[in-house]
């Protein structure tokens, strides 16, 4: 009785899993057009920015071949529409609320999100670089 129980939750599982692959959020992976970017104070601080918040907070979104199952598909594409909507280094001509805050955010270590960098060892950033780009945004962005 037991084992059937197990087979019956794992065989629903697994049709689980895959009925949500029809589910089409997170599956839209088509980037805005490229618009103004920030005055960058040097070209070190757009590279770490590139490097650590484009992929959510740009319209050169990166979708990694995992951006395409679900659930995962989900949670990228909530986070890259956030982050878009919160900061988009790429649509500078648009309103930018949080662009004084973005350096605030590195600083205290809210961004790059632990979750993105564990997937994205790239976006890890050495404390001199960490440093780097906070005075660069401060001073790109004018959140200083």
Same mark, same amino acid.
């Given at each position: ?27 839209? =992976? ?10 960058? /104070? ?12 484009? /992929? ?34 790429? /649509? ?7 662009? /004084? ?18 997937? =994205?060892?790239?976006? @890890? ?14 001073? @790109?962005?004018?959140?200083?």
């Amino acid at each position: 009785m037991f084992k059937k129980i197990v087979l019956g939750v794992f065989i629903g599982l697994i049709v689980g899993g895959i009925l949500i692959q029809f589910i089409p959020y997170g599956h839209d =992976h088509t980037n805005p057009a490229l618009g103004a970017e920030p005055q960058w /104070d040097s070209p070190q601080t757009r590279d770490l920015a590139v490097r650590a918040c484009y /992929d959510c907070h740009s319209n050169q979104t990166t979708w990694p071949w995992y951006s395409n199952i679900a659930p995962i598909s989900w949670l990228i594409q909530h986070d890259v529409v956030e982050g878009r909507s919160k900061l988009n280094f790429t /649509d500078w001509n648009a309103a930018q609320p949080n662009a /004084d805050n973005a350096a605030h955010q590195v600083e205290r270590g809210a961004m790059p999100q632990w979750y993105y960098v564990l997937l =994205h060892p790239t976006a @890890s950033l050495s404390a001199a670089e960490k440093q780097t780009l906070i005075q660069g945004l401060q001073t @790109s962005t004018g959140g200083g």
